[in-house]
């Protein structure tokens, strides 16, 4: 994954513990209170003579990012981005994947509100261990990785961490507007399709930000192209995978055989990813993964469902603040991805 991917834009059910453990729900409580008492006004921050130079240049380029993502994209005006959290070197949180060993399916967790989910999410790593430990233990693939931003969907004002200053423009605008878009867009029981839509989104947004600043010839533009087109070209590397692997799950083998024969796949997989036309180093640590279901899965969530957001975009030639107010009509619509294959249908050749 690029590095705004691998940040893991993770939306934590909040303060929807009906129906976990005690101690699993406080443990959340406690973690998302620590970060509302420390944070800080952005306007406060800014009025003072000694905030240093760089983060003072960060923080106002997320301001413009959002002001940007509000006026011309069309995504709803919040409070979020307003608040800043000094969180030191580590992550904010961590997230859980999991996925039984023969299928490429998500173990879900079920929260009120919100939905189901594909992932938990941990403010404590050791909790977290432990229960990846124990799925483990019941032979689940397993995935745990860190968390550099999340959105609440509205639950609280959605701080800028201190991490997300690291970024560089390109990946820190991309970073901003995919958790605005969770924002503007979020459907309940549908987390491939929102993640994919907040991918589409921070990428395409971010992309059209950076060429009003900088100019479509600029060197930040050019490469933030280059790595749409890896991102794009592994996409569909990491398609072809999956259908080989589910072509396998689904055959008459026996589950040890299954095992065995899906350890060949991501081997020759390893080995295949040398092939590929690639113009970024973005993906360079993929032959050296340890490749598994939970891992697949992961993937898929967030950029399964990006092509019919492009096409979208695309028949509206390339108004993205039109296509946003597609997407926002998909919450009232029981299907939301086959409400936009039958939108795409029906304005078959309006546009270009």
């Known amino acids: 994954m690029s590095r705004t991917r691998s940040a893991v ?24 209170a620590k970060l509302l008492w420390n944070r800080q006004p952005i306007s406060n921050l800014l009025a003072s003579r000694h905030l240093d130079r760089e983060v003072r240049e960060r923080l106002e380029f997320i301001q413009e990012v959002r002001r940007f993502a509000e006026k011309q994209i069309g995504l709803a005006r919040s409070r979020n981005y307003g608040t800043y959290i000094d969180i030191g070197e580590g992550p904010v949180s961590w997230q859980l994947t999991a996925s039984p060993k023969d299928r490429i399916e998500p173990v879900q967790w079920t929260y009120p509100v919100v939905g189901r989910f594909p992932y938990r999410g941990y403010f404590d790593l050791d909790r977290a261990k432990r229960e990846r430990n124990r799925l483990e233990a019941r032979d689940f693939d397993t995935l745990l990785r860190p968390v550099g931003a ?10 800028i961490l201190s991490t997300m200053l690291r ?38 947004g971010a992309l059209q930000f950076m060429r ?48 065995k024969k899906r350890e060949v796949i991501f081997e020759s997989a390893k080995r295949h990813f040398y092939r590929l036309d690639l113009k970024t180093g973005a993906y360079s640590r993929f032959p050296r993964r340890r490749l598994n279901n939970a891992v697949m899965m992961a993937y898929r969530t967030y950029h399964e469902k990006v092509d019919v957001f492009d096409r979208v975009y695309l028949t509206l030639d390339g108004d993205l603040k039109a296509a946003v107010r597609i997407f926002k009509e ?17 304005n078959r050749g309006r546009h270009r």
């Not at 999340?150 to 701080?159: A, I, N, Q």
């Not at 930040?220 to 996409?235: A, H, I, K, N, P």
């Open 9 to 32: 834009f993770a939306v934590l059910p909040l303060m929807c513990g009906l129906n976990l453990e005690l101690g699993y729900y406080w443990h959340l409580v406690f973690g998302q």
């Open 330 to 346: 998909c919450e009232s619509q029981t299907d939301p991805s086959r409400y936009l294959e039958d939108w795409l249908q029906k």
């Open 212 to 259: 009003q600043r900088h100019g479509q010839e600029s060197a930040v533009v050019r490469g933030m192209l280059d790595r749409r087109y890896d991102e794009r070209t592994f996409s569909r590397f990491m398609n072809d995978v999956a259908n080989e692997l589910q072509a396998l799950y689904g055959s008459e083998r026996t589950y040890g055989e299954k095992l």
């Open 150 to 159: 999340y959105s609440t969907l509205g639950w609280f004002e959605d701080p």
């Open 167 to 204: 970024y560089g423009d390109g990946d820190l605008a991309e970073l901003i507007i995919h958790e605005l878009a969770h924002a503007t867009v979020w459907i309940p029981g549908e987390v491939s399709f929102n993640e994919s839509l907040a991918t589409f989104v921070g990428e395409a």
